[in-house]
């Protein structure tokens, strides 16, 4: 009798232990804000600019974790290579998606949807100008770990 006591109560104590621990996705429930992008990402762009040809890139994407952006880096647009620094805002939502607007040194500005992913580690980005057709994926450069 007394085992089964016990075993009722190791199994309910269980079951209230399992209730209380936090699920994996707890972190996404927390949600995210400018804060969630600080510090540098190294970022790789590929895509087209319709009527003008491909275009590729590698840059510095640099988030202060206050909603400022600087982008600093290289690219080829149709097989011209250029060196470029933009610098701009960034708004990130509550459910980890966010945008950001920069202009570079010739006075263009480009606008971005973007989505963050691997606990602050990583961007998937998409720009979001008519005639564009550039996806980026940023990861950041030396991510601190929890172990």
């Known amino acids: ?6 075993a009722k109560t190791l199994t309910t104590l269980a079951a209230l232990a399992l209730a209380l621990t ?12 400018n804060a969630t992008l600080k510090g ?5 762009d590929t895509g087209t600019i319709v009527g003008v040809g491909p ?4 840059n510095v994407d640099s988030f202060d974790g206050h909603g400022k952006l600087t982008i600093s880096g290289i690219s080829s647009l ?13 708004k990130v939502n509550p459910d980890c998606t966010g945008i950001y607007t920069v202009q570079d040194s010739f006075g ?3 606008d971005a949807f973007f989505v963050i992913g ?7 980005i998409v720009i979001t100008d008519a005639g564009t057709v550039i996806n980026c994926v940023a990861r950041k450069q030396f991510p601190e770990h929890h172990d």
């Open 40 to 44: 540098n990402y190294a970022d790789q």
């Open 55 to 58: 275009f590729a890139g590698v």
């Open 78 to 90: 149709n097989g011209s290579v250029s060196p470029g620094v933009s610098t701009g805002t960034y």
């Open 22 to 33: 936090p699920a994996p996705a707890a972190r996404a429930e927390k949600g995210c804000s």
């Open 1 to 6: 009798m007394k085992y089964g006591k016990a």
């Open 118 to 124: 691997d606990d602050g580690n990583e961007l998937r």
């Open 108 to 110: 263009d500005t480009f």
